[in-house]
């Protein structure tokens, strides 16, 4: 699908912003877009951008259920990198990396709000 | 880059038809399905939406903030998508047509927003010569 951007919900813009810019570091992307309600970061081999915003009803940021945005790592060594680098920026763990049953090497993380992630790639690729 | 997105569904049946119809009309089909998941895209393509039950096993809600955007290819595109959405049991969140002032170029956002049967915000968009 042309996918072209994605946002989660924050409830702390500067929070999501730490988390975000160390992570999109990780893959060597940036910062792209700063409003006063949301950042956005893009990715150096293109792809969908992805976005922190205070929701547009006002209302408080919260976190779907089966909602994850996937971000395609190139090598084991990197899924682990950006695993430590979420956790150390105020994410939670939600699944350490290692081999998956559908035969991905991934590593399930969140957010500083909550939202899942997680960084995959093809095993052996390390 | 992101490799996919996944939204949440209580109805994976009820979804996949109203996934099924927004996919069509990009061109694209189904790349991956499982009891649980079903996923929109073309392997080794751009990024794929799929639908999922939650992992946890229970019930799949809808992120305040979280929407994923679909670039069309024109206004009338973005207008079908729209239609075909509302047609499939999705809600509005926001008719087709322009948002915002047209750029440097006479470009302006033109853009459809919707939710699909589970809630979950979606929009589409394109951006077209200001009338």
């Known amino acids: 699908m042309p996918v072209v951007h994605v946002t989660f919900g924050t409830r702390d813009l500067e929070r999501g912003e730490k988390f975000y810019d160390a992570i999109i570091a990780e893959f060597g992307g940036s910062r792209m877009m700063e409003t006063e309600k949301a950042r956005g970061w893009a990715f150096p081999e293109g792809g969908p951008s992805i976005g922190i915003t205070l929701p547009y009803d006002g209302n408080e940021a919260n976190v779907g259920n089966g909602t994850m945005f996937a971000i395609m790592g190139k090598d084991e060594d990197q899924v682990r990198r950006v695993h430590a680098a979420a956790l150390a920026n105020g994410g939670s763990c939600e699944g350490p990396p290692g081999l998956r049953e559908n035969g991905f090497y991934a590593a399930y993380y969140r957010d500083p709000d909550g939202n899942k992630m997680n960084t995959f790639c093809m095993p052996g690729e390390s | ?131």
């Open chain 2, 1 to 131: 880059m992101i490799g996919y997105v996944t939204l949440g569904t209580n109805d994976l049946a009820r979804a996949a038809t109203f996934y099924d119809a927004i996919a069509g009309e990009m061109g694209i089909g189904r790349m991956m399905e499982f009891d649980s998941f079903i996923a929109w895209g073309e392997p080794g393509g751009g990024t794929g939406i799929a639908a999922t039950q939650p992992f946890d096993g229970k019930e799949a809600t809808v992120g305040n903030g979280t929407m994923v955007a679909i670039e069309a290819k024109d206004p009338a595109q973005v207008d079908r998508l729209y239609a075909i959405a509302m047609e499939k049991g999705g809600s509005d969140e926001g008719v087709p047509g322009p948002r915002g002032e047209a750029d440097e170029q006479g470009n302006v956002f033109y853009a459809g927003y919707f939710r699909d049967l589970d809630g979950n915000k979606l929009n589409a968009f394109c951006y077209a010569k200001a009338p």
